[in-house]
Antibody
Framework: EVQLVESGGGLVQPGRSLKLSCAASGFTFSDYNMAWVRQAPKKGLEWVATIIYDGSRTYYRDSVKGRFTISRDNAKSTLYLQMDSLRSEDTATYYC?????????WGQGVMVTVSS | DIQMTQSPSVLSASVGDRVTLNCKASQNINKYLNWYQQKLGEAPKLLIYNTNNLQTGIPSRFSGSGSGTDFTLTISSLQPEDFATYFCFQHNSWPLTFGSGTKLEIK
């Protein structure tokens, strides 16, 4: 059974940093592209970033480029999202997702609140 | 960026109804369109990938069609568990984009 479990969320002040992790199990992690998708409270879904299966390429939405870094450790079957210079508009539930042809399996999500 | 426009934003229907949800892309996305269902407080669930492929475990009352810029999700006979919000998603080109959703409500 595919499982994705996010951790690392919480309350953080504007301008500070936070690192999310996503522990994967139930599939060969190193075979799949992976993504982060977020959802602000009572809003729609927003793709954030994708990393290719071997870590060779990454893609970001414009609003997080230069502030967020997606990475992976295939030996640990873990996906990461380093979030720097956080803004109030980054407040959202962040989902980790496996992404073969668009996200198929999703984690349960982790809440990130950016507020002073 | 490719804009994904869903219509209607809210749809009221009854159990047993056949419903169609629409998604229009601002440019050609070929077949690279997925549909997701999201219930309150839960993660999204993949229903249909690449326009018309049913994800494993999804009931056959769900189907997808379309090509290029216009796509539809059809639920042939609504069940009580189908009342939720539905999102379309294009993965033809970066940045990947979601539609704003259609909320399917009980009439």
């Amino acid at each position: 059974e595919v499982q994705l479990v996010e951790s690392g969320g919480g309350l953080v002040q504007p301008g500070r940093s936070l690192k999310l992790s996503c522990a994967a199990s139930g599939f060969t992690f190193s075979d799949y592209n992976m993504a982060w998708v977020r959802q602000a409270p009572k809003k729609g879904l927003e793709w954030v970033a994708t990393i290719i299966y071997d870590g060779s390429r990454t893609y970001y939405r414009d609003s997080v480029k230069g502030r967020f870094t997606i990475s992976r450790d295939n030996a640990k079957s873990t996906l990461y999202l380093q979030m720097d210079s956080l803004r109030s508009e980054d407040t959202a539930t962040y989902y980790c997702a496996r992404q073969p042809t668009g996200p198929d399996y999703w984690g349960q999500g982790v809440m990130v609140t950016v507020s002073s | 960026d490719i804009q994904m426009t869903q219509s209607p934003s809210v749809l009221s229907a009854s159990v047993g109804d056949r419903v169609t949800l629409n998604c229009k892309a601002s440019q050609n996305i070929n077949k690279y369109l997925n549909w997701y269902q999201q219930k309150l407080g839960e993660a999204p669930k993949l229903l249909i990938y690449n326009t018309n492929n049913l994800q494993t475990g999804i009931p056959s009352r769900f189907s997808g069609s379309g090509s290029g810029t216009d796509f539809t999700l059809t639920i042939s006979s609504l069940q009580p568990e189908d009342f939720a919000t539905y999102f379309c998603f294009q993965h033809n080109s970066w940045p990947l984009t979601f539609g704003s959703g259609t909320k399917l409500e009980i009439k």
